[in-house]
Each structure stands twice: as structure tokens, then as C-alpha cells.
């Protein structure tokens, strides 16, 4: 099981921030949470991970709710190619990733 | 280099040919992983090997064997597919299977089975 639910898809318009929500509301004390996006026919790509402190690299922004039952994945501002299916991963030592259906970002001109 | 790379990008055989994937990473990484996907679906884990010991085998079917022939290399052969088993194959790595950390993805391999 994924252990996450994501909205199927989302529209964005370019140069405007991108917010994908995730509610894992069955998330254990020791799982972080991960998000991968995968662009049209290419592998999954690392994004940026989080255990409860919100988090920032140089592609998005990662904030968890105080109780972890959710998080958001900021895009700061979305171009054309961040259009790409998004996926929300909770992980801990002794599990594999399993990928959920994601959401589908369209980046609109 | 934190690239995983994956040969051939595009595969078509027949269901009597036996044909082999191949992927490779020099990350120093010491677990690998086989996913498939199908189109408009998530990545589905096949297997993981850990310190080139194949640790899971997600109840995949004997028809694809895969091997690990050092700690750079991974290979996924298959025998006897099915058009079914059309899809993306999807290599990737980590520092250590069943620890905290990213998953380093190849492109895939487009498979073709008529």
C-alpha cells in the first residue's frame, strides 16, 4: 500500500507557485516523507524529502503539518518543465518505496 | 557521476528470443533495484539486491531472472515474455538498501514484447 493519497491532477500557471498537497494520515513516528516527480517517459527524479521540519533545496520547498498527517510540495515558480507526474512516498528503515498514482501537474503557458 | 545508466533504451522481442537489460552505476552504491511500469501507472518494485545478494523478489514471475555480477552492475534477462510484460523497466540505486535516502533512477528501458 502507498500509504498516501494525492489529487489526480493539477493545473499551474507558469511562473506561479505550484502546491501539491499529500495527506498520509497513517504516518509512523520513524517514516519521512518523500517526493519524486517523473517527467514523460523518463525515470523518477529525487526531489526533496522531510521527516517533521520543513524543508528547502534549490528545486521546491517541503512543508509537513505539525501532526505529519500532511504535507505540501512547493514549486516556487512553476515553468513549463516541472510539467511532470508528482509522487508522494512515506518510507522508513525496513520498508521499500512504493509509488502511489501520484498527481499529474500540467504547467500551463 | 550520479548517473544510472540503462542499455538499450528500446528493446522489441519476440516470445521465443532471450534478451538481457543492463544497468550500471558508479555511485559506489551497494543496493539496486528493478522496477516496471506500465503506461499511465506507478513504478512497481521487481526486485532488490542488496551487497549484490538478491534480498526481495516481489513474487515476480521466473520468466525474467535478474543478477547482480558485482556491486556496479545489475542485469535483468529475460525468456519466454509475453506481450503482457510490455513496459518500462526501471533500474535504480541506493546507498544501502532499507535506510533513509534518495533512490537514483536510470531512464528506463523500453521493452516491446510481440
Known amino acids: 500500500d502507498a500509504k498516501t493519497t494525492q489529487p489526480t491532477s493539477m493545473d499551474c500557471a507558469e511562473g506561479r507557485a505550484a502546491n501539491l498537497p499529500c495527506n498520509h494520515s497513517?504516518?509512523?513516528?520513524?517514516?519521512?516523507v518523500y517526493w519524486y516527480r517523473q517527467i514523460h517517459s523518463q525515470g523518477p527524479q529525487y526531489i526533496i524529502h522531510?521527516?517533521?521540519n520543513n524543508e528547502t533545496n534549490e528545486m521546491a520547498s517541503l512543508i509537513i503539518t505539525e501532526d505529519r498527517k500532511s504535507s505540501t510540495l512547493i514549486l516556487p515558480h512553476a515553468t513549463l518543465r516541472d510539467t511532470a507526474v508528482y509522487y508522494c512516498i512515506v518510507n522508513n528503515y525496513g520498508q521499500n518505496f512504493v509509488f502511489g498514482p501520484g498527481t499529474r501537474l500540467s504547467v500551463l503557458p | 557521476d550520479t548517473e544510472v545508466t540503462q542499455t538499450p533504451k528500446h528493446l522489441v522481442m519476440g516470445m521465443t528470443n532471450k534478451k538481457s537489460l543492463k544497468c550500471e552505476q558508479h555511485?559506489?552504491?551497494?543496493?539496486m533495484y528493478w522496477y516496471k511500469q506500465k503506461a499511465k501507472k506507478p513504478p512497481e518494485l521487481m526486485f532488490v539486491?542488496?551487497?549484490?545478494?538478491?534480498?526481495i523478489n516481489e513474487s515476480v514471475p521466473s520468466r525474467f531472472s535478474p543478477e547482480c555480477p558485482n556491486s556496479s552492475l545489475l542485469n535483468l534477462h529475460l525468456h519466454a515474455l509475453q506481450p503482457e510484460d510490455s513496459a518500462l523497466y526501471l533500474c535504480?540505486?541506493?546507498?544501502?538498501?532499507?535506510?533513509?535516502?534518495?533512490?537514483?533512477f536510470g531512464e528506463g528501458s523500453r521493452l516491446t514484447v510481440l
Open positions: 497513517t504516518i509512523s513516528g520513524n517514516e519521512y
Open positions: 555511485m559506489g552504491h551497494r543496493a
Open positions: 522531510g521527516l517533521k
Open positions: 535504480a540505486s541506493s546507498q544501502r538498501h532499507r535506510e533513509t535516502g534518495e533512490l537514483f
Open positions: 539486491y542488496s551487497y549484490e545478494k538478491l534480498s
